[in-house]
């Protein structure tokens, strides 16, 4: 029952609708008494031979009446109650999604998008059936329970009724008994599935890797482990659950055998009429539902309240990176002054940047190379504002980048990332994702700078081919064009190429940076790559080891320093000629 309380904000949101609801259930409840004692009215005029046509039609016409009015009321109260229950299925999806789009990256490294969608779903339907379903029963249950009772009671015998409802407090005793045990089964339920959830779509998304491995089958029988596991938490839930419905059965039983008994010697002793008897167990017939009612009820709470659990444990996650008050919404155009004294990922000790600095113009390019996980990345993470728990300061405009709105921060950036996403849909409409206003005219000069307008003209449906989901018809390179000529695009203040052309060939590299240089002569841009060629031009590049700066300099500086970039320059230019030397002879 706890789980009402846990809702109450919404239900005193839809208080108006509720009241409503319960009101047309007690009406349809106060319907549900009559029928009975007509039908009683009835048995004692048969037996006691008084029977007349005009009694006859009154009860049956009272008893159309009665017929109508229930189905209106009925409709009313499932219009008021469900619709409701509608409403806090979209305001819960939508917290969600809204909370989704707020988080950082730790988020997405601790939620699996499985499990996330899980929340998103399957949870949230739960939750809506205790708003739903939920209320109805319970309303309908003690409406229509106690209504029966006070009429046993009121039109029949109160000794009679007391007694026939006595064994009902055993359901109760059970409901307290079970219903812990209910909850923490529902909730490993509910936590299995989403494995299940984040199984399928780690296989289906690898499906590629899977195939070229020979793991189908390993892999299908992992699946089947999932599947095992959820069953057995499914089975645990509903055996515990199945313990209630044969026990309202029994105590029906009882509470039937104890009427015919003690209802049997009233009627003989003429404390009641027959017809009070069959008006009795009318009553308790009517109160069978009421009883079994209790049981789904149950079972409903239980899970929503499980679910409920898990959707607040992902809405009270938050996010590192905060808003803070007043704001700055413009973003200048000026100096990127980077200085980082000390930077760890959170939850780990070591410390993936320290002492690193470097400042930039609008209209210069920074290249950033180093060792694979010497920390390139992590300087990109900071910029972007993956992260704001630093030592240190970034400032864009002589203001820290933590005190600009962090969406107008992100809009003055174009990041291109290792691994980019597309959307399935066409080539256009990948290109102008973040400016879905642009021409046609714009979108070929930005595929022209990506050095990817020829590429599409060749296409049967150029620039309207469907991409497939996440890009699956187009090679690594184009992808990784596609993705330069997104940003380009929307010609932002700073952009960032994060080794975003590792799957083209070094003479398609040089080409694409000559016409980006040529395009962004008031744009800021970074590029980090392993393939040192890719930052020959820049006006400065660092070489990042261990989380710091170990050289920096222009490219010819570099050289004259004889370090890590001399010695990897050198390597990668006679890998090349070799390349190049191989493919002449072939
Ligand atoms: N999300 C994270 N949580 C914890 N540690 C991380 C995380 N991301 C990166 N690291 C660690 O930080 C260090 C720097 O990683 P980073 O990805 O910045 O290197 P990189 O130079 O970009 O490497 P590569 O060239 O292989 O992409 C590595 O030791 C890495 O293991």
Redesign the pocket.
């Known amino acids: 029952m706890g789980i009402f309380s846990r809702l109450s904000w919404f239900f005193k949101h839809q208080w108006k609708q509720y009241l409503i609801g319960v009101v047309a259930l007690i009406l349809v409840a106060i319907c549900n008494v009559i029928p009975p004692r007509i039908i009683g009215n009835v048995v004692d005029s048969v037996s006691n031979k008084n029977m007349t046509v005009r009694f006859l039609v009154i009860n049956m016409v009272t008893l159309f009446i009665v017929a109508i009015v229930q189905y209106l009321l009925r409709f009313l109260w499932q219009k008021m109650i469900y619709g409701s229950s509608y409403v806090l299925e979209r305001d819960l999806r939508s917290r969600l999604f809204h909370h989704f789009m707020k988080m950082d990256?730790t988020f997405y490294?601790k939620w699996r998008t499985g499990d996330l969608m899980a929340h998103a779903t399957n949870d949230i339907d739960a939750v809506r059936d205790v708003a739903g379903p939920g209320i109805l029963t319970l309303a309908d249950s003690l409406i229509t329970g106690l209504s029966m009772i006070l009429a046993m009671g009121m039109f029949v015998n109160w000794k009679m009724t007391l007694m026939a409802v006595l064994p009902l407090l055993l359901l109760a005793v059970m409901a307290n008994v079970l219903g812990n045990k209910i909850h923490v089964a529902f909730r490993d339920s509910q936590a299995a599935f989403s494995s299940i959830n984040n199984k399928t779509q780690e296989s289906v998304v690898g499906i590629k890797v899977l195939k070229a491995l020979g793991q189908e089958t390993e892999d299908e029988a992992d699946f089947d482990r999932y599947v095992d596991k959820n069953i057995k938490a499914n089975k645990r839930s509903y055996r515990l659950d199945a313990m209630f419905d044969p026990l309202t059965t029994l105590i029906m039983g009882i509470s039937y055998t104890l009427t015919i008994i003690f209802g049997g010697l009233a009627v003989l002793q003429q404390r009641i009429t027959i017809g009070q008897l069959v008006s009795f167990i009318t009553y308790m017939a009517e109160l069978m539902w009421p009883m079994y009612a209790v049981g789904s009820l149950f079972n409903l709470l239980e899970r929503g309240s499980a679910s409920y659990d898990r959707i607040s444990d992902l809405l009270n996650e938050k996010s590192s990176v905060v808003k803070t008050k007043d704001s700055f919404t413009t973003v200048p155009s000026g100096l990127l002054d980077f200085q980082i004294d000390s930077f760890s990922?959170p939850d780990?000790k070591k410390i993936?940047l320290h002492d690193v600095d470097f400042k930039l113009r609008p209209g210069q390019t920074l290249g950033i190379v180093?060792p694979?996980?010497?920390?390139?990345?992590?300087i990109i993470s900071l910029l972007m504002r993956d992260f704001d728990h630093y030592q240190g300061f970034i400032n864009v405009g002589k203001v820290d980048i933590r005190k600009y709105d962090l969406n107008s921060y992100l809009d003055t950036i174009g990041y291109v990332p290792?691994t980019n996403f597309l959307f399935s849909t066409d080539i256009r409409d990948n290109v102008r994702f973040a400016n879905i206003d642009a021409t046609q005219e714009e979108v070929e000069q930005a595929s022209f700078v990506a050095d990817l307008d020829a590429d599409i003209k060749q296409m049967p449906d150029g620039y309207d081919t469907q991409v497939g989901e996440l890009g699956v018809s187009l090679s690594g390179g184009q992808k990784q064009r596609l993705a330069i000529a997104r940003a380009i695009l929307s010609n932002p203040k700073l952009l960032i190429l994060d080794?975003s052309l590792s799957a083209v060939d070094s003479k398609t590299e040089r080409h694409i940076e000559s016409r980006i240089a040529k395009n962004r002569q008031q744009g800021t841009t970074i590029i980090?790559a392993?393939r040192l060629s890719s930052v020959e031009d820049a006006d400065e590049i660092i070489v990042?080891e261990d989380?710091t700066i170990v050289e920096k300099g222009t490219h010819q500086e570099l050289l004259h320093q004889a370090g890590w970039y001399a010695d990897t320059y050198n390597l990668q230019a006679r890998n090349e000629q070799l390349e190049g030397r191989l493919n002449n002879e072939k």
Do not use: C, L, N
Request: proline residues 0%; aromatic residues 6%; hydrophobic residues 15%.
């Open positions: 990256k490294q990922y780990d993936a180093g694979t996980g010497g920390g390139k990345s992590t290792q080794d980090a392993s990042v989380g």
